[in-house]
Every structure is written in C-alpha cells, then in structure tokens.
C-alpha cells in the first residue's frame, strides 16, 4: 500500500515478514495482519496569535480492532507522516498483544513544532484535530495518549473538547490526563518506570550488579529522563545524556537531580555545568553497560551498530534499531536487546490501567498501579526470553512473535466478515 511508504513503515513491515516466515503464517492472512483497518489524514486549520491562518496536517491509524478499541499516542514533531504513524500503530498492536491487553494499536500525529507554539495555539490545534477526529475515535473505539512533543496539558483539552462534545464528562477518551481529571496515579513515570525495571531483571539474568554498572540516555525527555532516574534507584551510575539539541558526559556520573534543575529552567540539558559536550552520535557509542536510545526511530542504523559499546540495549523508543543494524548486532552476540514492544510496555500496561479506572469510576493507589505493572511486565519478559532460549532465537523476533501470534490466532477465530 503505497499511501504509508516510509523508511519507519517499511522497516515495521521489513520485521514483520521475518515474524510471519518464522511463524509460517500463510500467505493469505498475511497482508490482513500487516495493513491499517483504518487510516485518517486530517486538515487542520487554526488561527495563529498574529491573526494569520495556517493548516496543519494530523494523521491517525488505527492498526486492527479484532480485540477491541485501539489504543496508541498521539506525536507532535515536524516529520510526523502517514507512514511514520502507521508502523508506530503496528507496533503498538505487537505490544497490546504480547502483554495480553485488550485493545489493537493505533497512533496519530499533527505534523508541527510543538516549541514554536504558543499555548494558544497548541490549545487550538489540539482542539481541532480532536474535533475533526470525533466520529473515529470513543472510549470503546479508539483511545489517545501522549507520545513525543505531547503531555498530559494536551490530553486535557482532548478529553474536554471531547467531553463537550458529547454533553457530559468522558476521562475514558484519553489516557495520560492530570490525575486531577480522572488520570491514574503513576501514568506519568510508567514507562521509564517499567523500562527501570526490565534492565533490572535483564542485570540479573546476566548476573551482572547494577551497583557497579553505568548508562546513557539518549533522549531525555519523558521516558528518557524517568528511566535514569529508575536506573539511579537501581544504584546504576548515568554517566551521559542527550537531547534534540545534543548530549552530555561525566564519566564520574550526572547528578539527576541538579541536571532535573538545570533541564527544567533551560529546557535542555546541553551547557550542564558538571560534564562535557558529546555529539548525539558520540553518545551512542560511549562505552557503557546499558544503552538506552529514547528519542526516535532509526537511531541505530548499519552505520553504528558495529561501534555501540554496551552490553544490555534498552530500547525505550519505539523502533530506534533497524533491521540491517539488528543483523549486526546478532551477529555480534555480545550484546542483550530488550526490544522496544517489550521495554517500553509500561506506558500502554498503564494507560491500559487508567482506562479500566476511569470506566469503573474507582481509582487505585500508587502501589496498586506499580505492583501490577510489574507483574504483567514480568510475564512478558519471562515469556519472551523462554522463547528466545527454547528456539534459540533474538528476544526481538521472540516478542514480535508472540504478539503477532496471538492477534493471528484471534482473527482466525473471529472469522471473515461476512
Ligand atoms: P518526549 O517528547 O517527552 O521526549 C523526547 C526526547 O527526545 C526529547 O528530550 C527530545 O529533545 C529528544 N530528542 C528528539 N530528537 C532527538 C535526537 N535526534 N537525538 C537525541 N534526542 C532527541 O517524548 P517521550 O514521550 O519521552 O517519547 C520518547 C520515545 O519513547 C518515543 O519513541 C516514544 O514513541 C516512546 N514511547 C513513549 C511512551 C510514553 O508513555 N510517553 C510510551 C512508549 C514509548
């Protein structure tokens, strides 16, 4: 389907027909399991505060709905495209199934500078593109979230442009809102959060002591920056980070909560007194322990994959490893990947958690939350490594294929309508 052609599209597509000839899935289901159900490409007009008028473009995918509503965030950065949001809701379809979630995965976006918005304007946009959204999106039909250059802010004017819509109030309709209005306690931090706690568990079955390991960080934004302090707690020293702007080292460690001063008044962390400038690619082959790229897509291509110095591959973003440097780096066999549907499931298992409050009008403690968490993320990553021990396979193709399978088995079950 050329509408979605993309490199992120192509590379989601590129993994799947690997998941599909291992599963041997015939060829007929092939492409109903790879396609959107549905795509949406939206203009979205808004006034600017000088009083011009300038249309945006907002995308949305919904991947498949064979287990119910879909679920996925919504992205504002410049380079948002159909393609780009219709892997990233493949993705999210893998990874609702392979944590036994009910829902189908979608994603959408507003292709925009976020950080050249005004409040109001972001306010407007955000409005409008829920308004043009309105007949494909419901709390049994598709639920948003935030994803990059988005916030809980944001959610809010959703979940009230939404709200006001239908005449009465509808928290269900987002995920990652203030817990003022219905948000769940934790939602904020469980993705870094559960991204903590995976390369915990990675530590032990490597037999390695976090007290003595150190981490970088690329990207340190939401999930970026939750997870180093995570690791932190796990007695991992985080000798560099980065943002869009560039990164950081000390190789004695960065003081988290100085850098979480620095980063809040100057919005980046780059001219941070106690450590030395890196380049973002310098970053990524910095020796360390654990690597956690947690910006963007295609981050660790064919061109570095032979120079990363890690020994653990957090992958916090979504789809932040191609598939040539994925080959490499099996090739290598010195390096553990914690694949990005299964190191980053803390903020759909939480969301997921937010939506089933927020329909029973009944709300959770903290610890509720996070011991659940960890107990469905536990199940996924022990699954996941058994299959990848048993048939001797990547952890990567291991978690793909347990959630491919499962919303395979789940459509042959359903049948073809009609
Ligand atoms: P965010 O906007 O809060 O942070 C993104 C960070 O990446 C920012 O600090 C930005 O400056 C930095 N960045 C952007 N381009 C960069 C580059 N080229 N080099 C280095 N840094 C760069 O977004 P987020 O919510 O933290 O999401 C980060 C990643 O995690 C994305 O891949 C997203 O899809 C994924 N993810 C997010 C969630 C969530 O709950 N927010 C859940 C699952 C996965």
């Given at each position: ?25 015939p ?54 495209t ?11 379809s ?11 995965g979608?994603?959408g ?10 409040a ?104 970026g ?5 995570s ?23 960065l ?10 008044e ?42 990363i ?8 973003a ?21 694949p ?21 009008s ?48 789940a ?8």
């Amino acid at each position: 389907m050329d509408i979605y052609d993309h490199p992120t599209f192509r590379m989601a597509c590129q993994q799947f027909d690997l998941v599909a000839d291992f599963l041997q899935i015939p060829e007929a289901e092939r492409a109903r399991l790879k396609f959107p159900k549905r795509s949406m490409t939206v203009a979205l007009p808004i006034k600017r505060d000088d009083g011009s008028t300038e249309v945006f473009s907002g995308y949305r995918v919904q991947h498949h709905l064979t287990l119910g509503p879909t679920k996925g965030g919504l992205r504002y950065h410049r380079e948002v495209t159909l393609g780009e949001v219709a892997a990233l809701a493949m993705w999210m379809s893998w990874k609702c199934a392979l944590t036994g979630l009910p829902y189908g995965g979608a994603k959408g976006g507003i292709a925009c500078d976020p950080h050249k918005l005004s409040a109001g304007e972001l306010e407007r946009l955000t409005r409008r593109y829920t308004q043009e959204m309105i007949p494909f999106i419901g709390p049994q039909v598709d639920i948003m979230a935030p994803d990059v250059g988005t916030n809980e802010q944001v959610m809010a004017w959703m979940m009230d442009s939404y709200s006001m819509h239908m005449g009465h109030t509808v928290p269900s309709i987002v995920t990652g809102k203030p817990v003022g209005l219905g948000g769940s306690v934790g939602r904020r931090e469980a993705t870094g959060r559960g991204v903590g706690y995976l390369i915990n568990r990675t530590m032990d079955v490597l037999g390695r002591d976090t007290n003595t390991a150190t981490a970088v960080v690329q990207g340190y934004g939401n999930v970026g920056s939750v997870a180093a302090f995570s690791l932190a707690k796990y007695g991992v020293r985080i000798v560099a980070v980065s943002d869009v702007n560039g990164g950081i080292y000390n190789p004695k460690g960065l003081d988290l909560w100085k850098l979480e001063k620095y980063n809040a008044e100057r919005r980046t962390v780059v001219g941070f007194p106690e450590a030395d400038p890196v380049t973002n690619d310098q970053l990524l082959v910095t020796p360390c322990d654990i690597l956690v790229p947690a910006a963007l897509e295609r981050q660790i291509t064919k061109a570095n994959a032979g120079q990363i110095q890690c020994r653990i591959l957090a992958e916090a973003a979504n789809g932040p490893t191609t598939p040539e440097a994925d080959a490499i780096l099996e090739q290598r066999g010195d390096i553990f990947v914690i694949p990005d549907i299964l190191c980053n499931a803390g903020g759909v298992i939480v969301s997921y958690f937010e939506w089933v409050q927020d329909l029973q009008s009944f709300f959770w403690t903290e610890s509720e939350v996070v011991d659940k968490l960890f107990r469905i993320l536990e199940g996924a990553f022990t699954q996941t490594l058994n299959l990848s021990r048993k048939q001797k396979i990547s952890m990567r193709l291991a978690a793909l294929s347990l959630g491919v399978r499962r919303v395979q088995e789940a459509k042959r079950t359903r049948g073809l309508f009609p």
